[in-house]
T-cell receptor
């Protein structure tokens, strides 16, 4: 299975944009890119996903590189409630029996 | 509130005890999952059920026994556990198991085995 690489931790200031990177150099053409986040003492929650084109929703934006070997989750205006572990996950198209989570990026938001 | 409810939130058990974890989803989903999250480790997929049928058993020891009586309920029966089984056990559901599905997680059961 294709793997993802994320920084262990990142720090940002409240009300500023945050760009969370994810490298997936061995991604195949049929892999979806998913992002989930896990707030303290909670289960993970879905953030966004995409295949080839950039995606926007009310929580975040997903920018996918043209060669698809990397992607960036963008939080446009971080709040203290965005402090969480963010997971970038590849999911093979047509074969999803659960998602395989890595270690993720621990995002710290400074007031 | 994600629509996935897990009980109990916390459980302490001895190695000779038998206990069960319960998960219920109110989302009308057809697939349900058990994940294990040990301290400082990534989430590990344990079991997958789709339309009440088990489709994935990720080499989980037999001391963990899942049960899915219907698409809304999922149980994890525990017996003769070891201290290293102490972890956060998370239940999730999705509409199906095709790719591109969103997983909805419960808040988990924090299990301590003494």
């Amino acid at each position: 299975d294709a793997k993802t690489t994320q920084p262990n931790s990142m720090e940002s200031n409240e009300e500023e944009p945050v760009h969370l990177p994810c490298n997936h150099s061995t991604i195949s053409g049929t892999d979806y890119i998913h992002w989930y986040r896990q707030l303290p003492s909670q289960g993970p929650e879905y953030v966004i996903h995409g295949l080839t084109s950039n995606v926007n929703n009310r929580m975040a934006s997903l920018a996918i590189a043209e060669d698809r070997k990397s992607s960036t989750l963008i939080l446009h205006r971080a709040t203290l409630r965005d402090a969480a572990v963010y997971y970038c996950i590849l999911e093979k198209r047509g074969g999803a029996d659960g998602l395989t989570f890595g270690k993720g990026t621990h995002l710290i938001i400074q007031p | 509130e994600t629509g996935v409810t897990q009980t109990p939130r916390h459980l302490v058990m001895g190695m000779t005890n038998k206990k069960s974890l319960k998960c219920e989803q109110h989302l009308g989903h057809n697939a349900m999952y058990w994940y294990k999250q040990s301290a400082k480790k990534p989430l590990e997929l344990m079991f997958v059920y789709n339309f009440k049928e088990q489709t994935e058993n990720n080499s989980v020891p037999s001391r963990f026994s899942p049960e899915c009586p219907n698409s809304s309920h999922l149980f994890l029966h525990l017996h003769t556990l070891q201290p290293e089984d102490s972890a956060l056990y998370l239940c999730a559901s999705s509409q199906g198991t095709a790719s591109n599905e969103k997983l909805f997680f419960g808040s988990g059961t924090q299990l301590s085995v003494l």
